[in-house]
T-cell receptor, first 115, second 112 residues
Framework: DAGVIQSPRHEVTEMGQEVTLRCKPISGHDYLFWYRQTMMRGLELLIYFNNNVPIDDSGMPEDRFSAKMPNASFSTLKIQPSEPRDSAVYFC?????????????FGPGTRLLVL | GESVGLHLPTLSVQEGDNSIINCAYSNSASDYFIWYKQESGKGPQFIIDIRSNMDKRQGQRVTVLLNKTVKHLSLQIAATQPGDSAVYFCAGGYSGNTPLVFGKGTRLSVIA
């Protein structure tokens, strides 16, 4: 099992540019979560999907952030336009409904730096 | 709503000693708790979980204790090793398909 796969692992961009983060969940998992981690705020849940459908996006900071899950094996988190305060590590996690969606398995994260 | 927090942001332990990391939660409806370990540059890794119908659960060198009366749980690591150095997060949730709420994390430093 390859685990949750995220790309890119590192992204450096300039303010105003569009950033797209990608995630491939563990095969067979039907929950997918996007988190943002910073020193100041810790681990924050941005949005999560169940069976490719967004369930709760209340953690998405503002309209500049959007997430999609076109199929069970792929999700994207897009920031447009990006701002320096978006600099953080973004994690994707997945889980299986058999476990009530509780035990989440995390990817390695994408470290984003917006200049 | 759910709120999960940690008592101590940092913990330094001598190699070979036991470590205890504490966590408090606010939602008495919480019925499932997980401890994660996050090493530098990596995502959080599942360590051990416990349901509210238990007060103790043991794994390999780790034990989680749950005290529902005071809404507190702890992670005990026996014979702490340098490889245990990481940030440890507790997370809590309750029945149904609701997401976990994560605490801020405690950094464990093992002194050789």
């Amino acid at each position: 099992d390859a685990g949750v796969i995220q790309s890119p692992r590192h992204e450096v961009t300039e303010m105003g540019q569009e950033v797209t983060l990608r995630c491939k969940p563990i095969s067979g998992h039907d929950y997918l979560f996007w988190y943002r981690q910073t020193m100041m705020r810790g681990l924050e849940l941005l949005i999560y999907f169940n069976n490719n459908v967004p369930i709760d996006d209340s953690g998405m900071p503002e309209d500049r952030f959007s997430a999609k899950m076109p199929n069970a094996s792929f999700s994207t988190l897009k920031i447009q336009p990006s701002e320096p305060r978006d600099s953080a590590v973004y994690f994707c996690a997945s889980s299986h409904q058999r476990e009530g969606g509780k035990t989440q398995y995390f990817g390695p994260g994408t470290r984003l730096l917006v200049l | 709503g759910e709120s999960v927090g940690l008592h101590l942001p940092t913990l330094s332990v001598q190699e070979g000693d036991n470590s205890i990391i504490n966590c408090a939660y606010s939602n008495s409806a919480s019925d499932y708790f997980i401890w994660y370990k996050q090493e530098s540059g990596k995502g959080p890794q599942f360590i051990i979980d416990i349901r509210s119908n238990m007060d103790k659960r043991q794994g390999q060198r780790v034990t989680v204790l749950l005290n529902k009366t005071v809404k507190h749980l702890s992670l005990q690591i026996a014979a702490t090793q340098p490889g245990d150095s990481a940030v440890y997060f507790c997370a809590g949730g309750y029945s149904g398909n609701t997401p976990l709420v994560f605490g801020k994390g405690t950094r464990l430093s093992v002194i050789a």
